[in-house]
């Protein structure tokens, strides 16, 4: 099966929702989010924020640092590299079976830099 890149808002639409569904059926990953109150919203979110990560034309204006930062203090910061490490494991293999193509592996790569950034920005936020 040939498989296109990653070229519009609804193959970013496609990557996130594909990815959300496999999160929240996760055991391990899955309680994180039992928050979101309004998937809806909150995949049209995420997906601008890809949008926006991915063809540099959209703009995002929420704060993710924020946002996981308060998602670790409700989980008691419980939220480890590892976790980290399950989500970017998941990310790859949804986009493995939906694309392929520079803009697929830049997904990769700008995923990688952002759960170690994320990580990191949550560790030092703990008052520790």
Request: no cysteine; proline share 1%.
């Amino acid at each position: 099966m040939n498989k296109k890149d990653i070229t519009t808002k609804d193959d970013v639409f496609l990557l996130v929702s594909s990815f959300y569904k496999k999160v929240r059926i996760d055991k391990e990953l899955g309680a994180f989010f039992e928050t979101v109150e309004d998937w809806d919203e909150h995949i049209e979110k995420l997906t601008t924020f890809w949008q926006s990560n991915l063809f540099l034309k959209t703009r995002y204006y929420g704060n993710p640092i924020e946002a996981h930062i308060r998602a670790d203090n409700s989980n008691d910061n419980a939220i480890s590299e590892y976790h980290f490490g399950l989500w970017l494991n998941l990310w790859m293999a949804t986009i493995d079976s939906l694309f392929a193509g520079q803009i697929a592996q830049n997904a990769k790569h700008r995923a990688r830099k952002m759960s170690t950034f994320l990580n990191i920005n949550i560790f030092k936020a703990r008052n520790i």
